[in-house]
């Protein structure tokens, strides 16, 4: 049984932008029901912002019709239409179809909210630092403050928990994002290989902030880049870090770019011999880290 999202009883809906975005002005009315009844069962999914049910099944034409109360080959023309001016855009993984706008809306929530839970713990984790000191026969001092190392060591002793190398030591250092997006490359490797080992994401996170300060990635744009990256079969087995992630970023994006643009219909495909192009480039690219790999090997 699926379970539902509990956390926004409520959908953050623009009127503005719904009224004057062009996709949508195109849309006659029944598509843009149908549309909006989408965009309702995205938010109650379990991946807010994606068409599906369980969390990895697509919703297919039958199934959605019987939810709406609508006839399939209805929901099947209509889909054809928003698909045509690309309203929604579909996980190449796993066939899901989402909406753009909830799934960043979300994330910048979710970051939101990690960033005050962690605003929290530091400001908990400096007033016990302030408060914490100590008293030995071995000190002529009866009441020495602790440096804060020797503070972190005793609190992890009090609290039966040692430091792990795969675990965050200081997290305010960082932008929420830069956290949250190490730890989604960490995992999703993790997914795929179970025996990875577990890397010292401190410094991943080093590497991971160089993207989105020095670089100036957006934090969507790498998460959507990450995402790609692990579920294609080629450059899921090469980027196993951000320090690889940080190399061949643009190379990646344009890949990816290039993917969904092949899904357009054809007669849409005006630069044809430029996409081309591109591909044949990422296949000599693909080829010399292939033979580079083997090399290694």
Known sequence: MSTKKHDLPYIPFYVGDWRKAPDIRALSLEER???????????????????????KTPIDDKTLGRMIGEDISVITKIKQVLASVSIYSIEETTGIIFCRRT?????????????????????????RKKEFCYNTSDNKSTNKS???????????????????KG????????NPDTIRLTQLLF?????????????????????????????????????????WCQSDDFWQDNILS???LRK?????????????????????????????????????EESRIEEKIIDIG
């Open 248 to 284: 061949h970023f643009d190379q990646l994006e344009l890949k990816m770019k290039k993917v969904e643009y092949m899904k357009l219909p054809k007669h849409t495909r005006a630069n044809a011999q430029l996409w081309a192009k591109i591909e044949q480039e990422e296949r000599d």
């Open 167 to 174: 675990e965050f030591q200081e997290r305010g250092d960082y």
């Open 187 to 227: 995992d999703l490797i993790k997914e795929r290989k179970i025996d990875f080992k577990t890397p010292d994401l401190n410094k991943w996170t080093e590497t991971m902030d160089k993207i989105l300060r020095l670089d100036h990635r957006s934090p969507e744009i790498i998460e959507t880049v990450i995402r």
């Open 242 to 244: 951000p320090i690889k």
């Open 33 to 55: 029901a149908l549309w909006f009844e989408m965009l309702c069962l995205m938010w109650e999914s379990p991946r807010r912002g994606y068409l599906t049910i369980d969390g």
């Open 146 to 164: 602790l440096t804060d190392s020797d503070i972190d060591i005793d609190i992890d002793i009090e609290s039966g928990s040692d430091i792990k």
């Open 103 to 127: 799934v960043r809306d979300e994330a910048i929530r979710l970051s939101k909210s990690t960033a005050g839970k962690l605003g929290m713990e530091s400001r908990y984790k400096n007033k």
